[in-house]
């Protein structure tokens, strides 16, 4: 079997055993990721020659070229069987090794991803910012499209999408959908967001906000009529606000508060957390959405309060992190280490702990 022929069979191997990545490293068996956990292949180890002849079976000459020149690669394939899979390739110890993340076939609904139902009333805003944050792997980009989905289901738009790269192919329904690949059809976000305005978009997303001329634009752009759906990596609604902020020079913070006071609609975190059963991973979603009160905060640079509005805005559909995983372990979904773990404040899950336990010493 050919080296390619043997890199799509591993990839097809791990969709079929439910896999959410693939990692191929010199010195190691091939090895997946499943429901969080990475777990060996019963195999032989990879030889520093066949992690390379792997890895670089499936790329074309000029990305190879593109390799060796930022010794960082990222692109998507699409497999007959597996369907679309991200392919990253990065070095160590001038070795190529690969990950390949095994995109969804198709997009779910949102009773299927558990998302809660503000994350679509924030899809149907007629414009302003919608930000969608986490750590890696914990489903930013399946809800960014699935939002994307619910909108070309709902309206008649055009979508510009910027991504690096792509991996979920929308198909017009009532919108036009237009997606752009970072180093294909484009050479940067930057770059890309600057024509995507000339383009006549009425949504525009972007797969990550990383630079701040990437974030300036897309603020903007929201600030003249666009919805603009964006990701970052950030683990809270605060730290995201923060982090945006903080990217521009003091010399501009003021007109940037007051331009992302103006403009955000929303800000939903996400996590992805084993499941107690161990069938998959359940997702937990702490959701902030804009009104008066949050703009202010925002506008006075008072990111540190947002958690106190979100926790008075239930009826508005917003969310602490905290009070979606008290729930989640409440309805014995997830376990209480994994609870824990993540709150921000443990004191709200000890008494129900401490009441179980000593419930379950009496019987």
């Given at each position: 079997m050919t080296c390619v022929g043997e890199l799509k069979r591993l990839i097809r191997w791990a969709r079929s055993q439910g896999a959410s990545d693939l990692h191929l490293v010199a010195g190691l068996p091939p090895a997946m990721r499943i429901n969080g956990d990475i777990a060996m292949l019963k195999a032989d180890a990879l030889t520093r020659e066949q992690c390379r002849e792997l890895t670089l079976s499936l790329l074309e000459p000029r990305q190879i070229a593109q390799l060796e020149q930022n010794l960082e690669l990222c692109i998507a394939i699409f497999d007959e069987e597996a369907g679309r899979v991200r392919i990253t390739v990065s070095y160590q110890a001038g070795i190529p090794e690969l990950s390949a993340r095994l995109c969804g076939i198709s997009i779910p609904d949102a009773d299927a991803l558990g998302l809660p139902p503000v994350v679509a009333e924030l899809a149907r805003r007629p414009n302003g910012?919608?930000?969608?944050?986490?750590?890696?792997?914990?489903?930013?980009?399946?809800?960014?499209?699935?939002?994307?989905?619910?909108?070309?289901?709902?309206?008649?738009?055009?979508?510009?999408?910027?991504?690096?790269?792509?991996?979920?192919?929308?198909?017009?329904?009532?919108?036009?959908?237009?997606?752009?690949?970072?180093?294909?059809?484009?050479?940067?976000?930057?770059?890309?967001?600057?024509?995507?305005?000339?383009?006549?978009?009425?949504?525009?997303?972007?797969?990550?906000?990383?630079?701040?001329?990437?974030?300036?634009?897309?603020?903007?752009a929201a600030e003249t009529g666009h919805l603009v759906l964006a990701?970052?990596?950030?683990p809270n609604v605060m730290q995201a606000v923060e982090r945006i902020t903080g990217v521009f020079p003091p010399t501009q913070s003021r007109q940037v508060l007051l331009q992302l006071a103006n403009s955000l609609q929303g800000i939903i975190a996400q996590d992805l957390i084993p499941r107690i059963d161990r069938k998959g991973r359940v997702l937990a979603t702490e959701v902030l959405v804009a009104n008066t009160a949050v703009r202010n905060m925002i506008r006075e640079d008072h990111a540190h309060k947002l958690e106190n509005v979100i926790v008075t805005g239930r009826k508005q559909g917003m969310c602490t992190m905290d009070s979606a995983l008290v729930e989640l372990y409440q309805r014995a979904i997830i376990s209480y280490d994994s609870a824990v773990t993540r709150l921000r404040d443990s004191t709200q899950i000890h008494g129900d702990h401490a009441a179980s336990a000593s419930g379950g010493a009496t019987g």
């Open positions: 910012l919608v930000l969608i944050t986490g750590a890696n792997g914990a489903g930013k980009t399946t809800t960014l499209n699935y939002m994307v989905d619910l909108i070309n289901r709902e309206r008649r738009c055009k979508i510009v999408m910027i991504e690096d790269p792509v991996e979920y192919v929308h198909r017009p329904i009532k919108s036009i959908v237009v997606q752009q690949a970072v180093h294909t059809d484009t050479l940067s976000f930057p770059r890309a967001l600057v024509h995507v305005l000339r383009q006549n978009p009425d949504v525009i997303v972007i797969g990550e906000m990383r630079e701040l001329e990437t974030i300036a634009t897309a603020i903007t990701t970052l990596h950030t």
